[in-house]
């Protein structure tokens, strides 16, 4: 369950991370599905980190919320600014 709120954080991290650096982005959708895939690696990441009891704890769905965001923002950013210099290069 926690890898899915990840996910969800990492996309609407990709897509926020879009928004605020147009210059670089890749479009709505393509930011949130690699924000969604950099959000499945730091919720596992999350997951690793605070491995501890089972159930639904608030602190662990809001780490994996906002840890999958920042992921997500961060790999939709890299990709954008790397797409962005490949094309400068053409």
């Known amino acids: 369950m926690e890898w899915l709120i990840g996910i969800v954080g990492g996309a609407l991290g990709g897509v926020g991370a879009g ?18 895939v950099g959000g499945a690696g730091g919720s596992a990441l999350i997951q690793n980190l605070l491995a501890g009891g089972a159930g639904l704890d608030f602190g662990a ?15 939709s950013t890299i990709v954008g600014l790397i797409v962005g210099a490949l094309k400068k290069k053409k």
């Open 19 to 36: 928004a605020a650096v147009k210059k670089n982005t890749l479009g709505t959708v393509l930011n949130g599905v690699l924000g969604a």
């Open 61 to 75: 769905i809001a780490g994996n919320l906002v840890g999958g965001g920042v992921a997500g923002a961060i790999v």
